[in-house]
């Protein structure tokens, strides 16, 4: 396996994502960065961060709408995705092991881990819409 070069780039796009738990898009995460390091180039943080999630460092999320979001916490947990701001949360909820299983013996093949998305509209969004 080939090995990468340390970079500081990237320790400081893997330190801002566990420093954060609001599952940031590629551009927030830029922002953040050149607090530090102000020559960064955006390119360099998506190769980063494409880097990051290929190797399971971090987790890339795809939420059906909008930008790609990263997740520097790579434990098994769901999200809760508002359909009103397109906040991304996590659930503090047990993971189903038991659903791998299941759609194991479905598709006839070797699961080891899902991903499941949960959507609706938050508590500050329906506040929001009550007042």
Excluded: W
Excluded at 84 to 111: F, H, K, R, S, Y
């Amino acid at each position: 396996m080939k090995t990468r070069k340390h970079s500081r780039q990237r320790d400081a796009v893997m330190n801002c994502l566990m420093a954060r738990h609001d599952h940031p898009t590629a551009d927030a995460v830029y922002l953040s960065v050149r607090e530090e390091f102000p020559n960064v180039s955006l390119g360099t943080v998506y190769r980063n961060l494409n880097l990051l999630a290929d190797s399971g460092e971090i987790r890339r999320l795809n939420c059906g709408h909008g930008p790609e979001r990263f997740d520097g916490d790579t434990h098994p947990h769901y999200h809760f995705i508002c359909r009103e701001c397109g906040q991304v949360t996590d659930l503090p909820m047990d993971v189903l092991e038991q659903m791998n299983a299941e759609a194991q013996e479905c598709c006839g093949g070797q699961i080891d881990n899902h991903i499941t998305y949960f959507y609706g509209v938050c508590r500050e969004c329906l506040d929001k819409a009550k007042e």
